[in-house]
């Protein structure tokens, strides 16, 4: 595991070529120690066959055999016997030895610039290898630095192979990661505010009609009055509690801390149960409600939150359709996705108030219902995106809206 590093095989990859040059030169240093000895060898020799010659010429051939072909142990021995006389053996220091005390300075200088030079080589090897992971500590501390206080830096290599490039890979994926949840914190942070202040907003005028109510009870007043007073009060407070409930309901499933069931939903069943709340309204304005569809259609989702958005969408189809109307539900599934139509034949929506229809707290500016606090639709939406679905209205004035409700088949489904 440990030799299988991109880095560790780097660095062995130009220790062995270090190591070959330095074979190589190892060699050619002793070649050239080999030189400078026979130089000195031949000079020596040249001037022991000049000096006896001179003094007897008649031993020139036994002398240049001698040189020439080698030594025999005649000669070692007679010449040992001879030489041990004036001390020189075996034993003798290089600095007496006339030969060696000649070439030992050059011998020496060789061999330090043969260190020298394998120092130099080594010395660069460490340095290459040490400067390529500096330069990747290097890029790898500025990318954190810069990521740190918010700037965009380009970490070099991101695909290098090796431990630094799996690091750079780790350190990337980690950053963004931070990135993500420190965006994610200030997506809540403005949602919060939103929130805070869409809430307060819509409690200020009930809150104002409240207090001037109140003060108004203190007078001395009619009893009809003050029971018309309190009846106000009364529906105040409803629409109030109402708001809250929704508002908070609607932070919840827009924050995504509600975990939605995963369950088969039969579509009559959801159908029925979402239109429990709107049957007085319906019978009220004799409202003609039809409701067709295969009794065996079915997805998978959460049947409690999705008849919330159901609900909703119902309600609002109901509360702007006129007496005498007629409210459709139909519903349908395929192996792709399953379908449901709410088409009612209210006063229908403007074409500039469809792209706006599921924001929350927006009012038409041609509806006629006055006390709309604009949540509803709002609050289905992200109910039914929540479970892998998708909503849509197709609508022209006073001919009614028609909304489209889509849970999109899984592979688990």
Same mark, same amino acid.
């Given at each position: 595991m440990f030799l299988s590093n991109v880095?560790? *095989?780097?660095?062995?990859?130009?220790?062995?070529?270090?190591?070959?040059?330095?074979?190589?030169?190892?060699l050619g240093i002793s070649f050239i120690s080999a030189n400078i000895i026979k130089d000195k060898i031949v000079e020596n020799n040249q001037a022991m066959v000049g000096a006896i010659v001179s003094q007897n010429p008649n031993l020139e051939s036994d002398i240049i055999g001698v040189i020439t072909q080698g030594k025999s142990k005649d000669n070692i021995s007679l010449g040992k016997e001879v030489l041990s006389k004036y001390n020189y053996d075996k034993n003798i220091s290089l600095r007496n030895e006339p030969i060696i005390s000649e070439?030992?300075?050059?011998?020496?200088?060789?061999?330090?610039?043969?260190?020298?030079?394998?120092?130099?080589?080594?010395?660069?090897?460490?340095?290459?290898?040490?400067?390529?992971?500096?330069?990747?500590?290097?890029?790898?501390?500025?990318?954190v630095y810069n990521s740190s206080e918010g700037r965009d830096f380009e970490i070099k290599n991101k695909n290098q192979e090796g431990q630094i490039g799996l690091l750079k890979t780790e350190l990337l994926k980690m950053t963004n990661i931070l990135k993500e949840k420190v965006d994610l914190?200030?997506?809540?942070?403005?949602?919060?505010?939103?929130?805070?202040?869409?809430?307060?907003?819509?409690?200020k005028t009930p809150m104002t009609s409240l207090i001037i109510l109140n003060d108004l009870m203190y007078g001395e007043i009619p009893k009809?009055?003050?029971?018309?007073?309190?009846?106000?009060?009364?529906?105040?407070?409803?629409?109030?509690?109402?708001?809250?409930?929704?508002?908070?309901?609607?932070?919840?499933?827009?924050?995504?801390?509600?975990?939605?069931?995963?369950?088969?939903v039969n579509i009559k069943e959801l159908v029925i149960r979402a239109l429990q709340p709107s049957l007085i309204p319906i019978e009220l304005k004799n409202i003609e409600l039809s409701i067709s569809g295969e009794d065996s259609a079915t997805y998978n989702g959460d049947i409690d939150w999705s008849s919330e958005a159901l609900v909703n969408i119902i309600k609002n189809c109901v509360e702007h359709t006129p007496q005498n109307g007629s409210l459709?539900?139909?519903?349908?599934?395929?192996?792709?996705?399953?379908?449901?139509?709410?088409?009612?034949?209210?006063?229908?929506?403007?074409?500039?108030?469809?792209?706006?229809?599921?924001k929350r707290f927006y009012?038409? *500016?041609?509806?006629?219902?006055?006390?709309?606090?604009?949540?509803?639709?709002?609050?289905?939406?992200?109910?039914?995106?929540?479970?892998?679905?998708?909503?849509?209205?197709e609508s022209e004035k006073s001919k009614g809206a028609e909304f489209h409700i889509v849970f999109h088949k899984t592979y688990s489904d």
């Amino acid at each position: 595991m440990f030799l299988s590093n991109v880095e560790i *095989k780097s660095f062995i990859r130009n220790y062995i070529g270090l190591f070959i040059i330095t074979i190589m030169l190892s060699l050619g240093i002793s070649f050239i120690s080999a030189n400078i000895i026979k130089d000195k060898i031949v000079e020596n020799n040249q001037a022991m066959v000049g000096a006896i010659v001179s003094q007897n010429p008649n031993l020139e051939s036994d002398i240049i055999g001698v040189i020439t072909q080698g030594k025999s142990k005649d000669n070692i021995s007679l010449g040992k016997e001879v030489l041990s006389k004036y001390n020189y053996d075996k034993n003798i220091s290089l600095r007496n030895e006339p030969i060696i005390s000649e070439i030992i300075k050059e011998l020496f200088s060789v061999n330090t610039l043969f260190i020298a030079i394998i120092f130099i080589l080594i010395f660069i090897l460490v340095m290459y290898c040490f400067k390529n992971i500096y330069s990747d500590i290097k890029d790898m501390t500025n990318y954190v630095y810069n990521s740190s206080e918010g700037r965009d830096f380009e970490i070099k290599n991101k695909n290098q192979e090796g431990q630094i490039g799996l690091l750079k890979t780790e350190l990337l994926k980690m950053t963004n990661i931070l990135k993500e949840k420190v965006d994610l914190l200030n997506k809540e942070k403005i949602f919060l505010n939103d929130n805070i202040s869409d809430i307060s907003h819509q409690l200020k005028t009930p809150m104002t009609s409240l207090i001037i109510l109140n003060d108004l009870m203190y007078g001395e007043i009619p009893k009809e009055t003050k029971i018309e007073f309190l009846d106000k009060i009364k529906s105040q407070l409803n629409r109030m509690e109402w708001l809250i409930k929704s508002m908070l309901k609607l932070s919840k499933v827009e924050a995504k801390v509600i975990d939605f069931k995963c369950e088969k939903v039969n579509i009559k069943e959801l159908v029925i149960r979402a239109l429990q709340p709107s049957l007085i309204p319906i019978e009220l304005k004799n409202i003609e409600l039809s409701i067709s569809g295969e009794d065996s259609a079915t997805y998978n989702g959460d049947i409690d939150w999705s008849s919330e958005a159901l609900v909703n969408i119902i309600k609002n189809c109901v509360e702007h359709t006129p007496q005498n109307g007629s409210l459709k539900i139909n519903y349908e599934e395929n192996p792709l996705y399953c379908e449901i139509i709410i088409k009612d034949s209210g006063e229908g929506i403007d074409k500039k108030d469809l792209p706006h229809i599921f924001k929350r707290f927006y009012k038409g *500016k041609s509806s006629s219902k006055e006390d709309s606090v604009g949540i509803g639709l709002a609050m289905a939406k992200s109910i039914i995106e929540s479970q892998n679905g998708d909503i849509y209205v197709e609508s022209e004035k006073s001919k009614g809206a028609e909304f489209h409700i889509v849970f999109h088949k899984t592979y688990s489904d």
